[in-house]
């Protein structure tokens, strides 16, 4: 049973920095992402990263400010969040992909497995 457990949210102020990890146990999984969820909205993908870190995309809305990164010894996926803004306020999910396929690492249906969520909340 895959397990991934997201730690590393919390509140911060417009401009300021958060770290998220994603520890995964069980069959691990090779292609990482991480998605959101603001209120009323739907779930969107975040960041998406390549079993060897080979290959990251971003969305185009955190594109220059989160940087997504891996520590496969440590079983480790990590969402580095810079110059957060208040619309970054979310329910940050890790998931994980046997593999993406076509469709790419932004997609939501190519993710096999989810965390639980951690909450980001970014004051103006």
């Known amino acids: 049973q895959v397990q991934l457990l997201e730690s590393g949210g919390g509140s911060v102020q417009a401009g300021g920095s958060l770290r998220l990890s994603c520890a995964a146990s069980?069959?691990?999984?090779?292609?990482m992402g991480w998605f959101r969820q603001a209120p009323g909205k739907e779930r969107e993908g975040v960041a998406g990263?390549?079993?060897?870190?080979?290959?990251?995309y971003y969305s185009d809305s955190v594109k220059g400010r989160f940087t997504i990164s891996r520590d496969n010894a440590k079983n480790t996926v990590y969402l580095q969040m810079n110059s957060l803004k208040p619309e970054d306020t979310a329910v940050y999910y890790c998931?994980?992909?046997?593999?993406?396929?076509?469709?790419?690492?932004?997609?939501?249906?190519?993710?096999?497995?989810w965390g639980q969520g951690t909450q980001v909340t970014v004051s103006s």
């Open positions: 990263i390549s079993p060897s870190g080979g290959f990251i």
């Open positions: 069980g069959y691990i999984y090779k292609y």
């Open positions: 998931a994980a992909s046997s593999d993406w396929g076509s469709s790419g690492a932004l997609v939501e249906a190519n993710y096999n497995y």
